[in-house]
């Protein structure tokens, strides 16, 4: 007789501060239920503005079986549908990117306008309702740029804080003003969570990100008491006073830069703007700003470009880092129990050319790098979790209390929605 696996089961022994046991990780059957539960029920970061600028652009992005269409409309709005026809159901944008008029189905060409409304369908008679057949909506949010997207009828209500929260601390870099310099999609050989995990915590970068010199710093100093030797003690003051003192400096600047956590909600986020090292301005090899042209208001005679690193992580599928100069942000897409779609973006000012403000491969290369290195770690992290030789195993409460923070989150979803919780639905089918 087939083992049928009990999730629930599974999700009610979950260990704190152990690493989830291996069907979390291998099995069709939790990325199933990872799909419904989290990814159909949560607000999920899905693209930025700058992907789809002007009126009549329209993206994909597929999430699962969901394929979703954003399109702006002439009022400048983002909106959101499934990308299925309400005729016989054929995909309408099969593109990833395209720019449109109405929305015209290839098939029989019925035409939808940019609310989504079908406006034309022919031979369908004069007692036909086209009212009826209106593309069925997705919820869209952005803060200050960032698209977020939500699938479920009634979206975790809680992602009002952190859009007011987060648009105070991304405005000041200004998306609206910002260009795609460039976007790559990379497929990780492991687990959504795996990807998510090693996001999470610097345990693995010194041994493995030579690229990243200009480390999220924090993340190098998770020391345990008994590893605090005088140098290292000292080295830790001193961080923690250039903390003190450059958020004096940002917040001076307008720049909020406190640590917000709130890892636990529905909608859990945290945030934070960190110093850099050495030249400490961006995320480049040699740690100068990439591109000439600063972001927003920013400029070297007023804020100078030493504004650090604002990161933002979000549970389940997305981290972000702004600088004085570019931006970075990266998408988590799971694709099947062991491969995961990685898509990362650099946005610079609009008006900065390439070649002459910034060179694209000096913009790019410390996460080109360091994804590539990334990838390579989950990839060995899934193959583990298929040995039969796999056992969870401890996080450092040092260095990975933020991999601890995932995993608590994601265990309690999925406890959510076995106690039945309302606001956590999956979709009848
Ligand atoms: O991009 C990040 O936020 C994380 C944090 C440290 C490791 N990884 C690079
Ligand atoms: Fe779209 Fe027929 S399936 S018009
Ligand atoms: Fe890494």
């Not at 790559?184 to 090693?198: D, Q, V």
């Amino acid at each position: 007789m087939a083992n049928t696996l009990n999730i629930q089961e599974l999700v009610d022994r979950r260990e704190a501060y152990k690493s989830l046991e291996a069907p979390f990780y291998t099995s069709q059957e939790v990325l199933d239920l990872d799909l419904e539960v989290i990814f159909k029920n949560h607000w999920i970061f899905a693209a930025v503005e700058p992907e789809l600028p002007e009126p009549g652009d329209c993206i994909t992005v597929e999430i699962g079986n969901v394929s979703v269409l954003l399109l702006r409309g002439d009022d400048e709005e983002i909106r959101g549908f499934h990308n299925v026809c309400r005729h016989r159901g054929a995909k309408l944008i099969d593109e990833k990117s395209t720019t449109i008029g109405n929305i015209v189905c290839r098939y029989h060409g019925w035409t939808y306008n940019e609310d989504g409304e079908l406006i034309l369908a022919e031979h369908m008679g004069k007692d036909f309702d086209k009212s009826c057949h209106n593309l069925r909506t997705v919820h869209v949010r952005s803060i200050a740029g960032l698209i977020f997207i939500c699938l479920a009828e009634e979206p975790p209500a809680d992602f009002d804080e952190m859009a007011t929260t987060m648009a105070k601390y991304i405005a000041p870099h200004d998306i609206a003003n910002t260009k795609v310099a460039f976007q790559s999609e990379l497929i990780e050989e492991g687990n959504w969570k795996l990807t998510l995990e090693n996001n999470r915590e610097c345990y693995h970068c010194e041994g493995n990100h030579p690229q990243l010199t200009v480390p999220l710093s924090e993340f190098g100093f998770g020391f345990s008491p008994d590893e605090l030797d005088e140098r290292r003690s000292e080295d830790v003051a001193k961080y923690a006073k250039d903390i003190e003192e450059n958020h004096a400096r940002w917040e001076a600047c307008g720049l909020p830069s406190a640590e917000e956590e709130h890892l636990a909600d529905v909608t859990g986020y945290r945030t934070m703007r960190l110093p850099l090292m050495w030249e400490g301005e961006s995320h480049t090899v040699d740690t100068k700003v990439a591109c000439k042209k600063l972001l927003g208001n920013f400029s070297r005679e007023t804020t100078g470009a030493k504004l650090g690193g604002l990161s933002f992580w979000t549970h389940p599928n997305s981290w972000h880092h702004f600088m004085s100069d570019h931006i970075v942000t990266f998408s988590v897409l799971p694709l099947s129990p062991g491969r995961t779609l990685v898509r990362t973006t650099w946005l610079v000012n609009k008006d900065a050319i390439e070649g002459e403000d910034y060179n694209l491969e000096n913009l790019t290369q410390v996460w080109t790098h360091t994804n590539q290195q990334d990838a390579d770690l989950v990839r060995l992290a899934q193959l583990g979790a298929e040995m039969p030789g796999y056992q969870p195993g401890p996080y450092s409460p040092y260095t990975e209390p933020h991999v601890e923070s995932f995993a608590a989150w994601y265990i309690e979803r999925l406890k959510s929605h076995f106690a039945g919780d309302k606001k956590v639905q999956v979709a009848a089918e």
